[in-house]
């Protein structure tokens, strides 16, 4: 699976939209960008993906660019319970199945501040 | 419909010891994946099994292993513990069928090796 470079951490103020970066400029055809979260010491929380279009769903909207290189996640009205580290992951999804393991980044860290 | 739940919550254990870890997936899902976390090395992937089959492997000695049964319910054993063993470990459910499926977490189990 590539790779993804995100920073490692961002403040947005509460009920402002927050924008989270990804580049993940050896993306392959074949392969979609998945964005997870994690509250602290939780389970990680899947968000959304989406293959090459514009995604939007209850949670929140993601945004590919054309050449697919890189994707903004965005939380549209954020509020103090988003704060969390929020992972952009690339996996290869194509054929009949076999769910290879997701490889994690250290992601960012997101803070909602009041 | 209920999400992924994991057994015990918190565990604690000494060296040299083992420990067994249960994992429910959701209704209907076949694919459980099993992800160690930990400060130092992030979310890392273990296995995953499929219809009481270890289909795929991440690189993990042989004390990790882990088993399926035929309700899909998944047991991760890790045997001679260590104290770098210390971590969150996390489950991971999809149907499992395509490699576009989705994996949904559970909240973990947090592990400490004394």
């Known amino acids: 699976d590539a790779k993804t470079t995100q920073p490692p951490s961002m403040d947005c103020a509460e009920g402002r939209a927050a924008n989270l970066p990804c580049n993940h400029s050896?993306?392959?055809?074949?392969?979609?960008v998945y964005w997870y979260r994690q509250i602290h010491s939780q389970g990680p929380q899947y968000i959304i993906h989406?293959?090459?279009n514009n995604e939007t769903n209850e949670m929140a909207s993601l945004i590919i660019t054309e050449d697919r290189k890189s994707s903004t996640l965005i939380l549209p009205h954020a509020t103090l319970r988003d704060t969390a580290v929020y992972y952009c992951?690339?996996?290869?999804?194509?054929?009949?199945?076999?769910?290879?393991?997701?490889?994690f980044g250290k992601g960012t860290h997101l803070i909602i501040q009041p | 419909k209920a999400g992924v739940t994991q057994t015990p919550r918190y565990l604690i254990k000494t060296r040299g010891q083992q420990v067994t870890l249960s994992c429910s997936p959701i209704?209907?899902?076949?694919?459980v994946s099993w992800y160690q976390q930990t400060p130092g090395q992030g979310l890392q992937f273990l296995f995953e099994?499929?219809?009481?089959?270890?289909?795929n492997k991440g690189n993990f000695p042989g004390r990790f292993s882990g088993r399926q049964f035929s309700n899909s319910r998944s047991e991760m054993n890790v045997s001679t513990l260590e104290l770098g063993d210390s971590a969150l470990y996390l489950c991971?459910?999809?149907?499992?069928?395509?490699?576009?499926?989705?994996?949904?977490f559970g909240p973990g189990t947090r592990l400490t090796v004394l």
């Open positions: 991971a459910s999809s149907p499992g069928t395509s490699g576009r499926d989705t994996q949904y």
């Open positions: 050896t993306i392959s055809g074949n392969e979609y």
């Open positions: 989406g293959l090459k």
């Open positions: 992951i690339v996996r290869v999804a194509e054929g009949g199945g076999g769910a290879d393991g997701l490889t």
């Open positions: 209704s209907g899902h076949r694919s």
């Open positions: 099994y499929f219809s009481e089959t270890q289909r």
